[in-house]
């Protein structure tokens, strides 16, 4: 009987720490932002639109809520926005190894990229059909714990997607190296093949390859060991982005330039983040801009997003014509929202990771030469459901309560002149102490998740994330998006960008707007509640 009792005791006190503090199950589950059903997911990967559907293949560990097994996991939506989580598309396998087929060889697919192969030049789509999809994904091999190689594959589908076929000669690219990773292919119609960049990730380099026939690939060049090489490289990508003109819009005969993204360091030392580089390839060569833009923090290179929680982004390919009817089209991309320092600890269940909005960039002339612009994309106004508007707020040292208690799922537009304030700005999912302040203080545009909500879980976690930023003709724009458990804010139409996750105790909260320490403007600020777009 006292064992018993001490048993209940025990099991009760338990159950109090361990599970006191939790969430009920979809807690903090996004509204309007992709997450798995359930499970751990990463990166997205093999984004491509094709008859009607945009993919989004994304790692995914079928097995549970944390990395490991890693597999494709796939969606479609027919609007970017609205997501209808598919069958698995490609699985961990495991093979016979060694002497005698003893060893038991493990196959993990790893990130990679998906093409429409049109008019089938690589023979792979059967007999009879004229065009197929065909991933390209690293195969990380594994024995036990330890890791044997990471090479390029190939498989294929002839029906949307649906299932897919590894291709029988694999892998097509092996260095026999272990850090060879990432493929991402496109179509280069000016010379009539596909480029494959891949990273070396050790080395901080990107190796780029051609091929006829996404089956045999030929370097042809490497780009690197330079910009922030303080973590490994990962998920290159590189494309064409139009170069706006002066009032913002392409014209139709713009300039184009490249951009080749890679996921590696972060401007907050120790964590990972997106760098960019500016620069024009010619099929073979990518050759970079020192002057484009002229990094703003020294030693830094150019920063894709001042957030943590933005990594491996890759573009859609083959974008259908409604994307570019301005001229040449803007890509879109879309990243995971987390971070490697602390994203197997994130406090949601049953699912873990999340994809960001899908982002329409572009580049634009700034003093300090041509600096990337992100943008939401336009359809997400579709979403738009209640909205509350405030016209020229003054406030001298003040604050005020623009809502009182909302669901943590809108978008707000704000333009204010900072003034003479130290710091201006707004705070939201605010309950007592509990705050995420994003505000403009000292040339800086700030997300400060310290008093956030759950910051417990890491401590790698509670942060402030910094970009420099300045007003134009006296004013800031922000625009931001929050998704419960995601916050996503652009400023001064995109320049900057910082996307952070925070976990609120509550799923409701007030909006505040605040001027510290003199008088600041709000010219206007407009909250949008966002209809969920969970299918
Ligand atoms: C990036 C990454 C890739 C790799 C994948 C494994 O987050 O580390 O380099 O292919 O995740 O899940």
């Known amino acids: 009987m006292r064992k018993f009792l001490i048993t209940i005791i025990v099991l009760a006190a338990l159950s109090h720490t361990v599970f006191g503090q939790a969430k009920q199950a979809e807690f903090y589950r996004p509204q ?129 997607g649906r299932t897919w076929i590894p291709y029988a000669n694999n892998p097509v690219l092996d260095l026999k190296t272990k850090e060879f ?94 760098q960019y580089f ?47 009817s301005d001229g040449p089209h803007k890509p879109i991309m879309v990243g995971w929202l987390n971070n490697w320092e602390y994203a197997n600890k994130l406090p949601t269940t049953p699912f873990k990771g999340a994809m960001s909005i899908p982002r329409q960039i572009a580049l634009k002339r700034t003093p300090t030469g041509l600096q990337l612009v992100q943008q939401p994309i336009s359809e997400i106004t579709s979403l738009r459901g209640v909205k509350t508007e405030r016209r020229a707020v003054k406030l001298n040292n003040q604050s005020e309560i623009l809502e009182e208690s909302t669901n943590n799922a809108y978008e707000i537009e704000a333009e204010f002149i900072p003034g003479n304030a130290r710091r201006v700005g707004l705070k939201l999912a605010k309950n007592g102490n509990e705050e995420t302040i994003i505000q403009y203080v000292n040339g800086k545009l700030q997300l400060d998740r310290r008093k956030s909500g759950d ?36 400023a001064n139409d995109g320049e900057r960008v910082i996307t952070d996750l925070i976990f609120p105790n509550k799923q409701t909260g007030s909006i505040e707007l605040f001027a510290e320490g003199g008088t600041a403007e709000f010219k206007h600020v407009t909250v949008w509640q966002l209809k969920p777009a969970r299918q």
Not at 100 to 127: H, Q
Not at 237 to 257: F, R, Y
């Open 32 to 160: 309007y932002h992709f997450s798995a059903p359930e499970n751990w997911i990463n990166d997205p990967n093999g984004l491509v639109y094709y008859d009607g559907e945009y993919h989004l293949f994304y790692q995914y560990n079928p097995f549970g809520n944390v990395w490991g097994h890693m597999s494709w996991g796939h969606a479609v939506s027919k609007d970017l926005l609205h997501w209808r989580n598919l069958s698995l598309a490609l699985s961990e396998y495991t093979h016979p190894s060694g002497s005698g087929g003893k060893e038991l060889t493990k196959t993990a697919i790893f990130s990679g990229s998906a093409v429409v192969d049109k008019g089938n030049k690589s023979g792979l789509c059967p007999t009879g059909t004229k065009d197929c999809m065909v991933a390209i994904y690293t195969g990380n091999v594994t024995q036990g714990d330890q890791q044997l190689a990471q090479h390029q594959n190939l498989a294929y589908s002839a029906n949307r």
């Open 181 to 274: 990773r990432d493929p991402n292919v496109f179509w280069y119609a000016p010379q009539n093949k596909w480029i494959m960049s891949a990273v070396k990730a050790t080395e901080h380099r990107v190796a780029f390859y051609e091929s006829k026939n996404l089956k045999d690939w030929k370097l042809m060049s490497h780009f690197g060991q330079q910009g922030d090489t303080t973590k490994v490289w990962e998920c290159p990508a590189l494309m064409p982005v139009p170069v706006l003109n002066e009032t913002g819009n392409s014209a139709q005969n713009q300039q184009h330039k490249w951009i080749l993204f890679i996921s590696a360091g972060h401007p907050q030392k120790g964590f990972v983040g997106m």
């Open 278 to 324: 500016v620069g024009d390839f010619d099929g073979t060569t990518f050759k970079v801009d020192k002057e484009n833009p002229k990094p703003i923090l020294p030693a830094v290179s150019n920063v894709v997003d001042y957030g943590k929680d933005y990594y491996a982004a890759i573009q859609y390919n083959d974008l259908p014509a409604r994307h570019h």
């Open 455 to 490: 910051v417990s879980f890491s401590d790698r976690f509670a942060s402030v994330e910094e970009a420099p930023l300045s007003p134009k003709n006296g004013v800031i724009k922000l625009h931001i998006f929050v998704d419960k458990s995601v916050v996503e804010v652009f």
